[in-house]
């Protein structure tokens, strides 16, 4: 029996995403191999799609639509299900991430992954894993989180960065270069500000590692705390207390916004010659 076979819909909504692609596209009379073609990819990617061992992608689901006139029905299930891209422990932190009022975020190695450009995230994920079809499931999974910036009103985003950040260049000069001028977009941005702790600071509140704090509306706050095997999310307001307190020392230790964007437009010019 095929793993597709031992699909149950309401499993989860992988599951219900890929039992419905197979029953509408069997009740279409379409096999496996002529829809794969059409929708230029490989059957084998679309076999483990309808086993729930591969997530579909945003052209698949627009695709889906087109070919069963579901009009947005598969596009509307992608967002719920590339959230499967993420490991178990970090999705709860995703949904908090899309409820937060602000957003409190400093990092140490790399752009935080609200502000990467798609290829920069590629390199970066690409440094730790090396299946591709994986990479490409979390880059998409990566990009799609990236839309609460763009809501009518998104949450306030404050970010952080060890100047460790700007001089680590993640893929080509040309990645490198892109993800600068992105940042620098962000900053103009009346919701998002930007700063970074300089080399000659030397030690600081963060050198415990990477975190975001949180802000709810609803609910009492959180700090994501990033490890080596999986990130943890703490709730207790002895902790939320300390991060906040880590933060506000950082930002005191860090340039100002307007300094930050100098030294953002310096390195893009270093790399630029």
Do not use: C
Not at 133 to 148: C, G, L, M, N, P
Not at 223 to 228: A, L, Q
């Amino acid at each position: 029996m095929a793993y597709a076979d031992e699909l149950k819909p309401e499993d989860s909504v992988l599951a219900f995403y890929a039992t419905d692609l197979r029953r509408r596209r069997e009740a279409e009379g379409i096999t496996q191999r002529a829809f794969a073609k059409a929708a230029l990819m490989a059957p084998s990617l679309l076999n483990k799609v309808e086993a729930g061992q591969r997530l579909p992608s945003r052209e698949l689901s627009e695709f889906a639509d087109e070919k069963f006139g579901t009009v947005d029905y598969f596009t509307r299930l992608w967002p719920l299900v590339i959230k499967y891209a993420y490991p178990s422990w970090f999705r709860p932190f995703v949904d908090l991430e899309e409820a937060a009022r602000v957003i409190r975020s400093f990092e140490v190695q790399v752009v935080p992954g609200l502000l990467q450009t798609e290829e920069y995230a590629r390199a970066v994920l690409s440094a730790r894993r090396t299946d591709r079809d994986s990479v490409e499931e979390h880059v998409a999974a990566r990009i799609e989180r990236q839309r609460i910036l763009s809501r009518p009103s998104p949450p306030e985003l404050w970010v952080v960065l060890d100047e460790n950040v700007l001089r680590r260049r993640m893929g080509t000069a040309e990645v490198m270069r892109a993800q600068l001028e992105h940042l620098l977009t962000a900053g103009e941005t009346p919701s998002t500000v930007i700063q970074m702790v300089p080399y000659d600071v030397g030690g600081h509140a963060g050198v415990g590692g990477p975190f975001s704090a949180l802000t709810l509306d609803e609910g009492p706050d959180v700090v994501y705390v990033e490890g080596f095997l999986q990130g943890q999310i703490l709730g207790e307001p002895a902790h939320v207390r300390e991060a906040t307190r880590a933060y506000d020392l950082l930002t005191a230790d860090a340039l100002s916004p307007a300094r930050t964007r100098k030294v953002l437009s310096d390195t893009l010019k270093e790399l630029t010659e």
